[in-house]
């Protein structure tokens, strides 16, 4: 297939604009790699009503080197029993920040989901596709960080309730993308397989425990005087013990 001039120009400038958008050269380049164990426990609490309408509110602990609590409101809706959508709103604290100033440790976070689900037998298969905008109102150089980062996060999930007992093994996989990246291009920040068992002590009672492998991988740029930039590149193995408590009323 031949191409003519204009349209290599046109390729060839959008290989090159990102470049020249930033105006900088990476100068210096550093990697590092972290391990750290976690507890998360969660607490959920879900009101149903009429016309498939469910309002859930949950308050979430992570356990050092987070230290972190998300308190999340969130509204869903059911219009048939293979399609849910909700939205909610996320009040993030981060207690490694200290408490001093409000802006650092205080962010916000924005869900909007959609999940489609199955049930074959003993078998309930779903994929959420959740689009999260997450603000922060420190002060920040918006030329290495975004004020709001918006990210998509792509979850599959199989639960399969064992015949006769109260009992579900439940199996995720969940990627995380960004969507306004600074430079360099979109990437998969996020991956996070996980596996576990739920028991549903009643109707209206459930509990879960479960591990998830957490593998975070985060850039940071830092602008630097002479006009280049230091780029960091932080691998995260976080391997986390989730405890989760469930009421319906």
């Known amino acids: ?14 290989l090159f604009i990102p470049g020249l958008i930033c105006g900088q050269e990476i100068i210096s380049e550093d990697t590092t790699s972290i391990q750290t164990p976690e507890l998360h426990v969660i607490a ?3 009101k149903s009503f ?11 602990l992570r356990s050092a080197p987070s230290h972190r609590s998300h308190t999340t409101i969130s509204l869903g809706y059911t219009p048939i029993k293979y ?39 003993q078998w309930k298969l779903s994929l959420r596709e959740r689009l999260m905008l997450d603000a922060r109102a420190d002060e920040i150089d918006l030329r290495e960080k975004n004020r709001v980062d918006y990210i998509l996060r792509s979850r599959l999930q199989a639960s399969y309730s064992i015949p006769n007992q109260p009992l579900s093994i439940v199996a995720k996989m969940e990627l995380f993308n960004t969507l306004n990246a600074k430079y360099f291009g979109q ?37 630097l005087d002479n006009e280049g930039i230091h780029l960091t590149h932080t691998y995260t193995h976080k391997h986390i013990i989730l405890l989760t408590y469930k009421f319906d009323w």
């Open 1 to 14: 297939m031949k191409l003519g001039f204009r349209k290599i120009f046109i390729l060839a400038s959008l």
């Open 187 to 223: 990437y998969i920040n996020e991956m996070r397989p996980e596996i576990g068992i739920q028991w549903k002590i009643n109707k209206k009672n459930t509990l879960n425990a479960s591990y998830r492998y957490n593998y975070v991988y985060s850039r940071d740029i830092d602008i």
């Open 44 to 46: 959920s609490f879900v």
């Open 83 to 121: 399609l849910s959508l909700s939205a909610g709103y996320v009040l993030k604290l981060y207690g490694n920040q200290g408490w001093s100033d409000i802006n650092k440790f205080l962010r916000h976070r924005v869900n909007i989901d959609a999940t489609g689900q199955v049930t074959l037998g």
């Open 50 to 60: 009429d016309h498939g309408i469910k309002l859930t509110l949950e308050e979430e």
